[in-house]
DNA sequence: GATGATTGAGAAAGCGTTTTCTCAATCCGT
DNA sequence: ACGGATTGAGAAAACGCTTTCTCAATCATC
């Protein structure tokens, strides 16, 4: 017969009635609002600590306008790339208290803008891994979905920082070592043609193209994943080429492995390159040269924009300059969005080495 | 001088407002209830959709007293286990309408139970991977999680379901592939002491051994990693076995490793077993022999307990028998917790073969 | 055409906090 | 000691939505 018994929980008024209080004081209290009499502050949490009270939540969220949470929208959760950008965000933002809401859209592209949105509403912000979705859908998207940072990609006309690895200098310094090594007939097994880090892959070979005359090198149209480099082998060969590229170190291993099976030997007869350094890297056999990039870095980086943009030190300048990433502020058109590029590091392993005498 | 002009964004009342209706019904048609005139409920969208309305979750939440959000708490986010489980919760989930909010306690243990308990207020439920959590902390623990689910876990006490994997039974399959190849002498190169899934492999291999009495079998304590796979290659040539099985596909590819590195051929020499089978598995050189574990349905599967339990179906019952996995219900203290099994597959690959002839 | 059953929509009461507003009770200086 | 400045705590108003309660209007029934 008790006024409501079996509500729910043990709220702040049951903390605040048996104290002796009111809701205020007990709120106070849990938020380390300083003026409480230190006696009564006691009391109250030592009644809150008999009755087990732990606020709830959802009402602090509405209440507070926040809820201490940020959406982490990736294109596949079975991505390496996006797993570790995930665990960086995530280990980064829970030392400040944050918690992550992933959305993943299973490659699924239409649905991306959605989510986005949808965990945009559920979250203080969104840190958006969307490496295919268009320009221009990205741009229409971005004031909706502010606070928002960008991995991967940079977008004008929001005051969204970014954080970006420099795949082209990756890529250079992999087809620089080729070149040293001796290797004059390279081939650059290609992503898919959506994916934006690849067209910074390809835009960085053209620089290196420039410098570079007298060496050839050709583009294979391929794909991101371990079998799409499996499959590469046929047109790897057909290019004569010694000194190999791959997109990333899946395709790499793939290709490694089509290419043991064939009797092709890396790195005697042809030097394979991956890129990420993910932790298999190293021991595939040959373990593979690669350019390694900091994934879980730029995941904390993308937290530690995001904190910044969350505490609202806003108006973009020059944020906390991340270890070993270079920090750039480039002039947007409103707020002055921060980017901060880290750059790959050339690792070099077995499966690379001096082309055979007779290639040449 | 509007009433209460740049409030927040617009919310459920501007829409009343604007199509001349009250809260309620705005409400009632935003949420599909079908008790509103088809005239208005047309309006009410018209409106909705030209306000760009979409209500705030966290409004919503505190009024229905639920968040469609679930938590997912793994000791460590970069494990491949864990993240495909993760994985297969999350996907699932998401079809069902519902988010999942990540836990990484980051291998620290002594977090895993505030981490848990922070994420369950937070959402419906929780989804708990704790290999290493003590069984009483668990037990103690359990009623506060409530709808809660365990992966690789399970305890008395709390009508929570379990979706396990059956590794015992898996490496039993691994020993028995390798006598039957011909192997007498076997070693198992250990998980972590503290880990509920080597338990279960120790366990099914002391049954192993009753039932193969002429077959030597060491067990060499270790890690899980790919580095303490790769350091384990002095125990495992000392131990003399000609069989190894490793305590997951990581180790074993650390041992493959290093066992290439000193001139050990496998399968020649030795053969090596993994556990798992991570995608990477298949492409070691050679290819692994393992055994599969379906994990992304164990994630899955995961999520259908949850949904279940959430669904108040309750009183735990016979759930959907799961694909290729085993369903078994056992006899709980008080509901009858449900507990899916899902065996691993062998898959014999090139790592495995007949002892070398001088072994005997 | 009067009466009871239904349908449909508005008013208002939550949901569990935080936070502003108010006011009573101290404290200070002179 | 007296007025003004502080300090401290309670009352009440948000926060944005859902849902029960209530009642007016429509419908079917005899």
Known sequence: MAKRARTTRVGISDVATKAGVSLATVSRVMNGNLSVDPQIAKRVRATAAELKYLPNPTGRNLARGKTDTIGVVVPDLGNPTFQAVLRGVSRAAAQDGYRVLIADSSEVS????????EARRRCDGVVLCA???????LEELAPSLHPM???????NATGSPSVMVDYGKGIQDLAAHLV?????????????????SHGLRLAGLETFKRSHPGIELKVLPNGSTFEDGYNSADAVVASGASGIMAFNDLT??????????????????????????????????????????????????AWRQMRELLNGTAGGGTSATPGQAGSEVAAGTTAAPTTSIFTPTLVVRGSTAAPPATGR
Chains 1, 2 share one sequence.
């Open 252 to 301: 790499a291993m793939g290709l490694l492995s089509s290419l043991n099976e064939r009797g092709i030997r890396v790195p005697a007869d042809m030097s394979v390159t991956g890129f990420d350094d993910i932790p298999f890297a190293r021991y595939t056999t040959p373990a593979l040269t690669t350019a390694a990039v900091p994934i879980v870095d730029v995941g904390e980086q």
């Open 110 to 117: 239409s649905e991306e803008a959605i989510l986005a949105g």
């Open 131 to 137: 490496p295919r979705m268009g320009a221009a859908e």
């Open 149 to 155: 940072v960008l991995v991967n990609r940079a977008t």
């Open 180 to 196: 040293e090594l001796g290797h004059t007939r390279l081939a650059y097994v290609a992503g898919p043609a959506s994916s934006a």
